[in-house]
């Protein structure tokens, strides 16, 4: 139990605290909205809900604490997030010291390091940076010194077959050195699009656009239809999409048809997207 403070210790501003909140206290009654009033609020909420729900319920959203690891081989897993036609999205966990072989791309990958680092030969990738490997060319083996967690797109892990064609493929020596990197602390290719946002172009075949997106602590950016298949990678920070939260870690997919509301950040955000080039 608390007790009473002694009133030769209270200041004068306390006791002033203490009477207001006396007068205060004194004249507040519980209100009790009308029962008509009540239902109709509640109605509004449920229906609110419901077309939320119905808005919402074509996009593809995997949590970074959800989904299925599986293992590829000793040191090295890989969780699934969307199957597509021109290859899978997947996170990828390099433990330290843990491997890929060298392999042939059947199609356009994609990659973003997420956690600690990947090296590639010579090449050294860190947070946030990014690599893409054109169809048909060869990649070096991919290592981590230190333990690395990536999100690659367009990779064949997770489909058996075109693993193989990509390990055999690796075997002939052409078509090799053909990928390009964009480095995270390259600050000199953001551009603003709008209050607060701004734009890194990652790669860019016509049909498909993959950038960086980064927003600022209460910027937002309109709401748009898809019309390809769009997948957002979050990076850093929190965004909403309507009324979707995602976090550091997220991976959403809109599918063809489907419409993004205001996408409204009030921490701010790093993102990958990867849509419609138009």
């Not at 593809?60 to 969780?79: C, E, H, P, S």
């Not at 993004?260 to 950040?265: C, K, M, N, V």
């Amino acid at each position: 139990m608390t007790s009473k403070p002694d009133p030769s210790e209270l200041t004068e501003s306390t006791l002033e605290q203490a009477e207001l909140a006396d007068l205060l206290t004194g004249h507040i009654a519980p209100l009790m909205p009308d029962a008509g009033i009540h239902q109709s609020l509640s109605a509004r909420l449920q229906d609110r809900v419901a077309r939320s729900v119905a808005e919402h319920s074509r996009f593809l959203t995997v949590r970074a604490k959800n989904g299925i690891w599986q293992k590829l081989k000793n040191g090295i897993r890989f969780k699934m997030l969307w199957q597509g036609g021109q290859g899978n999205s997947v996170l990828v966990e390099f433990a330290p010291g843990a491997a890929l072989p060298v392999h042939r791309h059947n199609w356009l990958e994609e990659g973003i390091v997420l956690q600690g680092g990947l090296q590639m030969g010579e090449l050294e990738l860190g947070l946030y940076d990014y690599h893409v490997s054109p169809p048909s060319s060869r990649h070096e083996s991919i290592r981590s010194k230190q333990g690395a967690l990536a999100y690659l797109r367009g990779t064949s892990l997770g489909h058996t077959p075109a693993v193989t064609r990509e390990l055999l493929g690796g075997l002939l020596p052409f078509g090799g050195n053909l990928g390009e990197s964009v480095f995270a602390h390259d600050d000199g290719d953001w551009e603003s699009i709008a209050d607060g946002v701004s734009r890194k172009i990652l790669h860019n075949d016509g049909v498909f656009l993959s950038s960086m997106f980064r927003l600022k602590p209460g910027s937002c950016v309109g709401l748009h239809a898809h019309t390809l298949p769009e997948e957002c990678m979050m990076l850093s920070g929190e965004l909403f999409l309507g009324d979707i939260l995602l976090q550091a870690g997220d991976y959403q997919l809109a599918p063809v048809g489907t419409t993004h509301g205001e996408a409204f950040s009030d921490v701010g955000a790093l993102l990958f997207v990867r849509g419609s080039a138009e």
